[in-house]
């Protein structure tokens, strides 16, 4: 049975993927136990995956982050609550943020404090004054108002979000009529309405980054909470070159009605490509935005053809057709093509994952593009995994990436409806068996022993092995709304919902390899067969 795949897993060493107590406790239980284990872990992983499970406000497909929605209008709803313990109080909310809804209110506070204080003439002067103060700054309410400038998450911008989400597909409808301009903004004002029917105009500029950005629009009611995000023009050219944190002025210019432009400017932080947010603290929430993984994935890679060029020389297979002969070793055999040409190509794990900048309020991680992975030959769990997905989709093998805390690996489909799915643990790439690994026997039919690599053989097994019963003991985990930190990042979906690749901009050179010595040495028994045939 195909999805028995080994009687004693190895264990990846230090920060490499940790196989789960459950997968461990699989190893030593009978043949048909680990076969009911792995088959629930298949049937938990058919179900239907979106990519952005953990993403309330995108799991229905309303939008791509509420930055500016809900939680925003609470926070900002202070001037709006009731139980003021003073006219004191009631008049310093009003100077904040003047509107016919602070200026009942304030009514209501003076008379009821007023009512309480009867019998105290120092008093009833001391609130016949406050009023009256207050009621003189009603004819500059029109003019006056309380807003903030947003940029990102505490003053950061992501290029690789940015990147990833500019042509995702959101639902006009059920959208926030708080919410002013481009749903998906991250950049903008956050603004309390003056007065009713207020006319705003935003524009948002930054020389290296952003071209001259503008909305112009209405705040329909006075005293509430808006969000204006100007569809922002982004100089996507410029932030797929940006390979370290900089430094970058952004210049605010608000109009509100006929009154003069206020300009306000910010220096804020635009983040390397390189650095993938996964979740940022807002308003005291933690938001889920680690489907951004899913833009290190580049099928359409220039590298990636010529990758499945070299490993069509190294003649583990003569073609790449995913699913369509229908039969399970041929998957296997294209999955361990691959394989072969990472471990001829000498890629050795590497666990770089520090960014240079750094944010109490966003957790975010290095991750190395495709071509930095190919020609530095270093990969850490998610760097590897990005690049065998990408591999992977591009042969039409649906393949996913497998987020568990502090930790990343892949999964396939072994057919085209997903009847058996198998893990694959990258970290394990430059593994070397000393003997004392006992390699699972199930794979053995896959491929005759002649075309096996001595080196890659063993890694690939042990790989298909370790990952497939992590994700069988992770299963439930990973189905469930109570484990946010176990993720199934569907590239898949992620590209239907509009998450493209980060791109790659024709600044590196492939570096092929001399794969002559490898195919001597891993295949020397196969090659010497080879030569002995007579030319015709």
């Not at 100007?230 to 100089?235: F, G, S």
């Amino acid at each position: 049975m195909w999805y028995i795949l080994s009687r004693n897993p190895a264990p990846c060493a230090s920060s490499r993927a940790k196989t789960s107590n459950e997968a461990e406790a699989g190893c030593s239980s009978t043949r048909s136990d680990r076969a009911a284990t792995v088959l629930h872990a298949i049937n938990v992983l058919r179900q239907p995956i979106h990519p952005f499970q953990s993403v309330p406000s995108l799991r229905d497909g309303k939008a791509i982050r509420r930055q500016s929605g809900a939680r925003r209008i609470h926070e900002l709803s202070f001037c709006m609550r009731p139980g003021w313990r003073s006219v004191e109080a009631a008049a310093v909310a009003f100077c904040r943020g003047p509107c016919s809804t602070h200026s009942s209110f304030l009514a209501w506070s003076v008379s009821h404090h007023t009512n309480r204080n009867q019998g105290h003439p120092l008093m009833k002067k001391s609130l016949i004054g406050l009023a009256t103060a207050c009621c003189c700054l009603l004819s500059t309410a029109v003019s006056f108002a309380e807003y903030k400038t947003v940029c990102g998450w505490d003053d950061q911008l992501f290029p690789a979000y940015i990147l990833a989400t500019g042509t995702v597909k959101i639902d006009s409808d059920g959208i926030d009529p708080h919410l002013l301009g481009d749903p998906a903004g991250i950049v903008g004002i956050d603004i309390v309405a003056p007065a009713h029917n207020t006319k705003v105009t935003v524009t948002v500029t930054c020389p290296e980054f952003i071209e001259p950005s503008k909305y112009s629009g209405t705040l329909a009611n006075g005293g509430e909470f808006y969000a204006v995000r100007p569809k922002i023009r982004y100089r996507y050219d410029r932030l797929g070159e940006c390979r370290q944190a900089t430094p970058a002025t952004v210049t605010f210019s608000v109009q509100l009605g006929d009154e003069p432009v206020e300009e306000i400017v910010k220096t804020v932080t635009f983040r390397s490509v390189n650095d993938c947010p996964i979740r940022v603290v807002e308003n005291g929430e933690v938001v889920d935005i680690s489907f951004t993984f899913a833009a290190f994935a580049n099928e359409q890679h220039p590298f990636v053809d010529k990758l499945l060029r070299e490993a069509l020389d190294l003649g583990v297979v003569d073609r790449f057709t995913g699913y369509q002969s229908g039969d399970l070793n041929d998957v296997f055999r294209q999955v361990y093509a691959l394989w072969d040409l990472m471990v001829a190509r000498d890629t050795r794990y590497s666990s770089i994952t520090t960014t240079a900048a750094d944010s109490s309020q966003i957790l975010s991680q290095h991750v190395r593009l495709l071509e930095d992975t190919v020609n530095n030959g270093q990969a850490n769990c998610v760097d590897g995994s990005v690049l065998f997905v990408s591999l992977l989709r591009k042969i039409g093998i649906k393949a996913n990436l497998m987020l568990s805390p502090g930790h990343c690996y892949v999964t396939f489909w072994g057919d085209e409806e997903g009847t058996l799915v198998f893990g694959l643990e990258t970290t394990l790439v430059d593994w070397t068996n000393d003997g004392a690994t006992e390699i699972s026997t199930d794979l053995d039919e896959v491929l005759t022993p002649d075309r096996r690599g001595v080196r890659s053989w063993d890694s690939f097994v042990n790989s298909i092995t370790t990952a497939t019963y992590t994700v069988a003991g992770d299963a439930e985990k990973f189905a469930s709304p109570d484990e946010p930190e176990y993720l199934i990042i569907d590239v898949g979906q992620a590209r239907t919902k509009g998450v493209l690749p980060i791109p790659y901009r024709g600044t590196e050179d492939f570096l092929g390899y001399d794969y002559s010595e490898y195919r001597q040495t891993q295949y020397g028994e196969y090659q010497e067969d080879e030569e002995e045939v007579p030319a015709e």
